[in-house]
């Protein structure tokens, strides 16, 4: 099953308003990454917000964090027509057996900002 | 710097043939993966790469091979592909630390499709 999932599944704003974007997961992470995914590219990376923090900012972006929820939301504030993409939460947890780490990614959410 | 790079962009295959997907990466990153994304599904992890030498299965290795040729390279080898293998392919690198996994720098993808 995935690790994180995103809510909602699509979402349709006008330009100018503002993207809020959820995300719930189930066992403890390491941190969180929020990544976008324009329409047949690869995967670009948003924000990193790590377990004992609550709150970044980058820009119009801003991601919090409550672990305490197992959650997780993202922010785009005054969006623009170019903010049009898939948004993907993932989240980073140690490997039990092998050691190192991994990122599990939600299903995402699909915005869509009309003019 | 390129980044991460993947060849081909686009492969049509037959049912029971096999090839072989390159990646590489000029960022000296140690972590290398390889995910497939599929309508709806997210990424799914297929196997990854914790540093130079070692491999790893992820959540869905099944039909699929990896060899980490060096520090730059993995490479990805369907042995005899089969529709369910039709998908978009990525490539991923990154670094990590004791916190966790760093941000994971995505190549252009694959599209595959098996007839």
């Known amino acids: 099953s995935q690790q994180g999932e995103e809510d909602p599944q699509a979402l349709s704003i006008q330009e100018g308003e503002n993207a809020t974007m959820n995300c719930s997961y189930k066992?403890?992470?390491?941190?969180l990454q929020w990544y976008r995914q324009n329409s047949g590219r690869g995967l670009v990376h948003l924000i990193l917000i790590r377990s004992n923090e609550r709150e970044k900012h980058s820009g119009r972006l801003r991601v919090t964090l409550d672990t305490s929820k197992k959650s997780s939301s993202l922010l785009i504030t005054a969006s623009r027509a170019a903010d049009t993409a898939s948004y993907f939460c993932?989240?980073?947890?140690?490997?039990?057996?092998?050691?190192?780490?991994?990122?599990?990614f939600g299903t995402g959410t699909q915005l869509k900002v009309e003019l | 710097n390129a980044g991460v790079t993947q060849t081909p962009k686009f492969q049509v295959l037959k049912t029971g043939q096999s090839m072989t997907l390159q990646c590489a990466q000029d960022?000296?990153?140690?972590?290398m993966y390889w995910y497939r994304q599929d309508p709806g599904m997210g990424l799914r992890l297929i196997y990854y790469?914790?540093?130079?030498?070692?491999?790893d299965k992820g959540e869905v290795p099944n039909g699929y091979n990896v060899s980490r040729l060096n520090k730059r390279e993995f490479s990805l080898r369907l042995e005899s592909a089969a529709p369910s293998q039709t998908s978009v392919y990525f490539c991923a690198s990154s670094e990590w630390w004791d916190g966790g996994t760093d941000t994971q720098y995505f190549g252009p993808g694959t599209r595959l499709t098996v007839l």
């Open positions: 790469s914790a540093s130079e030498g070692t491999t």
């Open positions: 066992t403890s992470i390491n941190n």
């Open positions: 993932a989240t980073d947890r140690p490997i039990l057996t092998g050691g190192g780490n991994k990122l599990t």
């Open positions: 960022m000296n990153h140690n972590s």
